[in-house]
């Protein structure tokens, strides 16, 4: 009977009685999921919404926002800081803080999110989502500032993404495993359809924008040129490669059934020591992972643990199936250590460009 099923709504006061959560996280969750039902609705227009295309607009992140990036900030912006529940915002769209207008009360949590990542597949119909991660205002903080958004992913209350693809769903962890809640656009209710979401330790596939090889460090170059050897290889299986370009479609294809996905430090701008953003997209995924049985690194640290030191910070990101994020540790440590012993590339039959580079 699918009125007997587990509603988001359910599921979150439910787990407020089962682990004493204050009643005021598991509201602002319920005004999380609102806003995510809004932007679901607003993406699957697609075309229809005369919406496509860029705005002319350039982001904090120096990338193009497109109309649905600012829609979609709109609408969390509205459907959250009413609630009494924040005491502020951060949003990839805007550079500063979006303080709780005052005519609304302020409340205890602070909310980071990215509106709309992996905007840029929206003209093509892919799949996109949101990101959000939920953080405590330090005690007596009203009126935060940047400071006191800078805590590491350790201290998240809950994270999760909303996935808008062939369906809509919520992905999420409040500390106790990851559940994913699929769309039901007949009655407007995310319904549990993925309790316990696990990622094995092994896999076979991995994810990473292979165009970027040159600038990447020679760690990351040995490990994907090992997995490219495939059979043939120290490795001795073949691996199988995906790219979608969109952080939600690909941490979700990993929650799904396991894998690698990376996007690591490069040199292509020596500013940036990484493509994607520390409080609003590699915390909250590295959360939802490792709560998974998965691991996040940075290659040289724990994601989770990295001390932000700004708003819209950029940090490496790899993250996925345990076997293979401590593999690529275990590269960047020894690289760093001086200990590689010098190897020939299976593939090329020449001196490797890791070992090139190094
Ligand atoms: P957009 O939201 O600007 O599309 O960026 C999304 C993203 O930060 C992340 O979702 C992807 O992993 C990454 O960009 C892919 O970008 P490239 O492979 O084009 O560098």
């Not at 970027?212 to 997995?227: A, L």
């Not at 790219?243 to 990993?254: D, G, Q």
């Not at 401590?326 to 760093?336: C, G, N, Q, S, V």
Request: charged residues 20%; aromatic residues 8%; contains cysteine.
């Amino acid at each position: 009977m699918p009125y007997r099923r587990t509603t988001l709504s359910r599921y979150i006061i439910e787990e407020q009685r089962r682990l004493d959560r204050g009643a005021e996280l598991i509201a602002l969750v319920n005004d999380i999921q609102t806003a995510c039902k809004y932007v679901a609705n607003a993406v699957a227009k697609g075309a229809l919404t005369g919406a496509q295309g860029g705005t002319g607009q350039v982001n904090v992140q120096g990338e193009e926002v497109r109309p649905l990036d600012l829609i979609a900030n709109d609408i969390v912006l509205g459907s959250c800081e009413w609630g009494g529940h924040l005491a502020g915002m951060a949003s990839e769209e805007m550079e500063a803080l979006h303080p709780i207008p005052p005519q609304h009360p302020r409340g205890r949590f602070l909310l980071v999110f990215d509106p709309l990542d992996g905007s840029s597949n929206l003209d093509i119909n892919m799949t996109v989502g949101t990101i959000f991660s939920v953080l405590r205002a330090p005690e007596g903080v009203a009126e935060p500032k940047v400071e006191h958004f800078l805590q590491p992913g350790t201290q998240q209350v809950c994270a999760g993404y909303a996935l808008y693809g062939p369906s809509a769903m919520m992905v999420l962890t409040l500390g106790n495993g990851v559940h994913g809640f699929t769309l039901d656009p007949a009655i407007g209710a995310y319904l549990l359809t993925h309790p316990n979401l696990t990622i094995p330790a092994d896999t076979q596939e991995f994810a990473v924008n292979a165009s970027n090889q040159r600038f990447w460090e020679p760690p990351v170059r040995r490990y994907v040129e090992e997995c490219v050897a495939g059979r043939s290889g120290v490795r001795g299986k073949d691996f199988n490669m995906r790219w979608i370009a969109s952080m939600v479609a690909e941490v979700h294809r990993i929650l799904m059934r396991g894998g690698l996905f990376m996007y690591p430090r490069d040199t292509k701008d020596p500013a940036k020591p990484g493509r994607l953003r520390l409080l609003y997209e590699a915390n909250p995924m590295a959360w939802l992972v490792e709560q998974a049985g998965g691991a996040a690194s940075t290659g040289r640290e724990r994601l989770l643990d990295v001390q932000p030191i700004a708003l819209h910070q950029r940090v490496p990101v790899i993250l996925g199936s345990r076997n293979e994020v401590e593999r690529l540790d275990r590269y960047h440590a020894a690289y760093d250590r001086g200990e590689d012993q010098p190897f020939f590339s299976p593939l090329f039959k020449e001196r490797s460009l890791y070992f090139g580079a190094a």
